[in-house]
Nanobody, 124 residues
Framework: QVQLVESGGGLVQAGGSLRLSCAAS????????MGWFRQGPGKEREFVAA????????DYADSVKGRFTISRDNIKSTVSLQMNSLKPEDTAVYYC?????????????????WGQGTQVTVSS
């Protein structure tokens, strides 16, 4: 098992930046594919970005490409999401997710482990 704790959320003006971090504890972090998902008010949870366990391959939702960057540090057992040029529509609770040896890194139902979420609010 792995435990996930997100941090770094907050209130920011449109055009600003935030960096989310997710600290993992438990089993060997490098074996886990890691993803970020978000759920806005009245919306379903949606994929944001992910990074694979093997080659560190990344994938992004079209809505965040070019603005968000996911990265991982297997020594520190952390995954980060750098969010630039934030828009009001990025407002959501952001969740970190992990799954062991997972190849399908963009599908929420494939992830077995989730953090508690961190609120990101972007004001216009």
């Amino acid at each position: 098992q792995v435990q996930l704790v997100e941090s770094g959320g907050g209130l920011v003006q449109a055009g600003g930046s935030l960096r989310l971090s997710c600290a993992a504890s438990g089993q060997t972090f490098s074996w886990y594919s890691m993803g970020w998902f978000r759920q806005g008010p009245g919306k379903e949870r949606e994929f944001v970005a992910a990074i694979s366990w093997s080659r560190g391959t990344t994938d992004y939702a079209d809505s965040v490409k070019g603005r968000f960057t996911i990265s991982r540090d297997n020594i520190k057992s952390t995954v980060s999401l750098q969010m630039n040029s934030l828009k009001p529509e990025d407002t959501a609770v952001y969740y970190c997710a992990a799954d062991l040896f997972q190849a399908d890194i963009t599908t929420a139902t494939k992830y077995h482990y989730w953090g508690q979420g961190t609120q990101v609010t972007v004001s216009s």
